[in-house]
């Protein structure tokens, strides 16, 4: 089955401890995006890679490191959470490439995050 | 950059009646595609509908259909014979000729009461 993978779908954790959110396709994609959703705000991206090794900022990239070492996982990494990084987060993958205008966009299950 | 902004915050519908989810954008681009997403409470994003801008035909799947107006950039959403499933979150998204980044509105969210 087609999928986005993400994980943890749920984490409480405190202001400055390190964290990574894992993300994970098995579509062989070439682009892979972070996404954060706030209230009012839809979905705003964060991070995005074309393709391995290749890695770029969205709208939103402050306080936030991606890393594309694989062509199927591509993990987002808070090295000093903030309060205002409390969020909804998805992972999305598509095919790539200028002819992809019309294909989907695949998501994961979202990773809802607190900072306390 | 381009900006897709969704008016309604919350709607709601009678089960079996029909609602119209409102979406605008803005941009430079003459060719991109248009998008609806839906998100349940279960968090799944999940593609509605999808239109290219170069087709003057709206979209239709099944119960939902798109009311496209190039001019007005305007790409509105038909729901059909609402059921209670439908109940969710709505996002429209444009994508352009970088090919790739999703652009969001804000979202609005559909109650469907029985």
């Known amino acids: 089955e087609a999928q986005v993978t993400q994980n943890p779908r749920y984490l409480i954790t405190v202001t400055g401890k390190k964290l990574t959110v894992t993300c994970s396709q098995n579509m062989n994609h070439e682009y892979m995006s972070w996404y954060r959703q706030d209230p009012g705000l839809g979905l705003r991206q964060i991070y995005y890679s074309m393709n391995v090794e290749v890695t770029d900022k969205g709208d939103v990239p402050e306080g936030y490191k991606v890393s594309r070492k694989e062509k199927r996982n591509f993990p987002l990494i808070l090295e000093s959470p903030s309060p205002n990084q409390t969020s909804l987060y998805f992972c999305?993958?598509?095919?790539?490439?200028?002819?992809?205008?019309?294909?989907?966009?695949?998501f994961g299950q979202g990773t809802r995050l607190t900072v306390v | 950059a381009q900006t897709v902004t969704q008016s309604q915050p919350e709607m709601s519908v009678q089960e079996a009646e029909t609602v119209t989810l409102s979406c605008t954008y803005d941009?430079?681009?003459?060719?991109?595609?248009l998008f609806w997403y839906k998100q349940p409470p279960s968090r799944q994003m999940i593609l509605v509908i999808r239109?290219?801008?170069?087709?003057?035909q709206n979209a239709t799947e099944n119960r939902f259909s798109v009311n496209f107006q190039k001019a007005a950039k305007s790409f509105s959403l038909k729901i059909s014979d609402s059921q209670l499933g439908d109940t969710a979150m709505y996002f429209c998204?444009?994508?352009?000729?970088?090919?790739?980044?999703?652009?969001f509105g804000g979202g609005t969210r559909l109650m469907v009461k029985p």
């Open positions: 941009t430079s681009e003459n060719n991109y595609y």
């Open positions: 998204a444009f994508r352009g000729n970088a090919g790739n980044m999703l652009t």
């Open positions: 999305a993958s598509s095919i790539g490439g200028a002819g992809a205008m019309n294909t989907e966009a695949f």
């Open positions: 239109q290219e801008a170069y087709k003057q």
